[in-house]
């Protein structure tokens, strides 16, 4: 059971983690593989934020239960391990091990007892206070490099499992985070993203005390780190020194994710979301003030148990006001052992695609528009890869938009490309992306 196959659902915390279970096994000796028929071990790390990534995983699961037959070991790691338990062995038999989030750092002992014969075997302890800190992270990008420096949730939102999936609120040390970004720096790595559940909830459990502005200016400051971004952040615990430092410090990304959810006051109250629209609309002016132009995007939830037609008038309305650079949105998906989950005023399931869809298309107008107004702009890029059906490199501006470009003459090899920066005169814009040309 040496050879492992590991496919992933969800965010970048989930990402991340993946890359720490990768670069565990792989020191203990394991060899990850690309196809689950050449793994004789294959784990899935899942999400379980919304019931259609969690059906996912088990829809998997279900095409891939002949290679059980065969003598295979399959384990469900992350959050749909933690949520449902000992529950997957009833749902996928042929699953031999279940493991969350908090125990990742004991997956080889954990594998151990499956080879010395145990046929179900679970790591599901929330009851921590550690971080899932290890050096043995296997990077999969060699530009850019993700650190968790905050696991957990103590926000208690009525539709989120987080709190259940992830356990409460757990900061690293500034210094260890410090000397990870400085090993990042040291290694090549000129960007780094700075993760957690509520980014700014962080508080340095040391003596130093820092705070999240604090850290960014830190990280910001590290020689070779071209670029700092961080998600996600939680409106309670976004303040205006994290804005401050944005504008102090040019290797801060000028791009900031600040989830909305609803532009409903009285959607925002039932969701125990902890904050009002004023309070909301208060940290937007902060960055629409700020010397440099931040990016803002958000995350959308439709179809809430209550929502009124007026409260999704509210969040059209937030959509217009704010004008956000782009959103992630979604219909109101029920989870387990949360409050909203019996809540009065279920949604039918064709109204909330329809307010889903008006959402959409709101968005969708605004992002060309907001996106057309760069045409003739000059943005830095660092380029991420090459597109050969169309010719062009594909590269991220520091607001986090895609930004496609030409080279002019014949195009340079990617080992002259990927990784590295360069200016670009943006001539075309989408809705969802820019074009341009290398500019001289």
């Not at 609120?169 to 260890?176: A, G, L, P, V, Y």
Request: charged share 30%.
């Amino acid at each position: 059971m040496r050879r492992f196959y590991l496919e992933t659902f969800g965010c970048q915390m989930n990402a991340h983690d993946s890359e720490k279970v990768v670069g565990t096994l792989e020191q203990k000796g394991y060899m990850q593989v690309e196809t689950p028929e050449q793994a004789d071990l294959l784990l899935y790390n899942t999400c379980s934020i919304r019931d259609k990534a969690e059906q996912k995983v088990f829809q998997r699961l279900s095409q891939l239960k002949k290679e059980a037959a065969r003598g295979k070991v399959f384990g469900v790691l992350g959050c749909v391990a933690q949520q449902e338990g000992e529950r997957i062995f009833e749902k996928a038999p042929h699953v031999s091990l279940v493991c969350g989030s908090a125990s990742y750092t004991k997956l080889p002992e954990l594998l151990v007892r499956i080879e010395s014969g145990d046929k179900r075997v679970t790591g599901l302890s929330l009851e921590t206070s550690e971080t899932f800190d290890t050096p043995f992270t296997r990077r999969d990008n060699p530009h850019r490099a993700y650190i968790t420096i905050i696991e957990g949730c103590d926000k208690s939102c009525a539709y989120c499992v987080v709190p259940f999936t992830r356990g409460p609120e757990r900061s690293r040390t500034s210094d260890s985070l410090m000397r990870e970004a400085r090993q990042l720096a040291g290694m090549g790595y000129t960007e780094v993203q700075l993760l957690g559940q509520n980014v700014n909830s962080y508080r340095d459990p040391s003596a130093e005390g820092w705070d999240f502005a604090r850290l960014l200016e830190e990280t910001g400051r590290i020689a070779g780190i071209r670029r700092v971004r961080f998600t996600t952040s939680h409106p309670r615990d976004f303040v205006k020194e994290i804005v401050d430092a944005i504008d102090r410090t040019e290797t801060l990304c000028d791009h900031v994710h600040l989830p909305a959810q609803s532009g409903s006051s009285s959607v925002l109250k039932a969701m125990d979301r902890l904050y009002t629209r004023d309070d909301y609309m208060r940290r937007i002016e902060w960055m629409k003030q700020a010397r440099r132009p931040i990016a803002i995007t958000t995350d959308i939830i439709v179809g809430f148990p209550g929502e009124s037609e007026a409260d999704f008038n509210a969040t059209l309305r937030l959509l217009d006001e704010v004008e956000y650079d782009s959103i992630f949105s979604f219909k109101y998906s029920p989870r387990p052992n949360t409050p909203a989950l019996s809540r009065d005023g279920q949604i039918p399931e064709e109204e909330k695609s329809r307010r889903l869809s008006i959402v959409q298309e709101r968005q969708r107008a605004i992002q060309l528009r907001r996106n057309s107004e760069l045409v003739g702009a000059v943005e830095e890029v660092l380029v991420e890869g090459y597109n050969p059906s169309t010719a062009q490199w594909i590269g991220r501006t520091s607001q986090n938009r895609v930004l496609n470009f030409t080279t002019p003459g014949e195009a340079p090899e990617k080992s002259e490309m990927i990784g590295r920066y360069f200016r670009v005169k943006v001539t075309r814009a989408g809705p969802n992306s820019l074009a341009g040309e290398r500019a001289a």
